[in-house]
């Protein structure tokens, strides 16, 4: 079974600029991270990134096949325009979780409003880059139960 990491427009830059808000782990160090963590309960992880809606779509797409049981997605801005992400979670009726790694709701108002919180199964914002491993331990006791402990 595996779980699929998507990070959405600029959080290639993680680690790498404005550390006061986001931190100063790297995306390779997150989804490194995520992808022990994973290994340890027996999934695997298949880490994405898109600066694109389109391919954040084709990928969301794919999962509907590939063998993803679960999605956590950090949709980045897409989070607060994006209607056709929104349709893609729909259509594939994959379970996901979303994450923020700052506290949106401390932020702008636009910021705010997410066209995918009432889909996801949770959503985690404000606690950093260890959102992600938060997110995961959910995702492991969901998917592989009986290796919590
Ligand atoms: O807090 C989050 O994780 C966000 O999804 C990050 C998005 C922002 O538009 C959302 O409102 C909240 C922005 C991602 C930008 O990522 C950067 C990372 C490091 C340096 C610069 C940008």
Redo the contacts with the bound molecule.
């Keep these: 079974m595996s779980v699929l990491l998507i990070n959405g427009?600029?959080?290639n830059?993680?680690?790498?600029?404005?550390p006061d808000v986001?931190g100063s782990t790297t995306l390779t160090e997150v989804e490194a991270a995520l992808t022990v963590q994973a290994a340890e309960a027996g999934l695997e992880v298949d880490c994405f990134q898109s600066n694109s809606e389109g391919e954040i779509i084709d990928r969301i797409h794919a999962a509907r096949t590939d063998g993803t049981a679960f999605i956590i997605i950090?949709?980045?801005?897409f989070?607060?325009t994006s209607i056709a992400i929104r349709d893609a979670f729909q259509s594939v009726q994959v379970p996901f979780c979303e994450?923020?790694?700052?506290n949106?709701y401390a932020?702008e108002p636009f910021?705010h409003h997410s066209y995918l919180s009432d889909l996801a199964v949770g959503v985690m914002?404000g606690f950093g880059t260890r959102g992600y491993s938060l997110a995961m331990s959910f995702v492991i006791e969901r998917l592989a139960p009986n290796a919590v402990g």
Excluded: F
């Design positions: 427009p600029n959080l830059l993680l680690g790498t600029r404005e986001y950090n949709p980045g801005a989070t607060h994450v923020h790694i700052s949106v932020r910021r914002a």
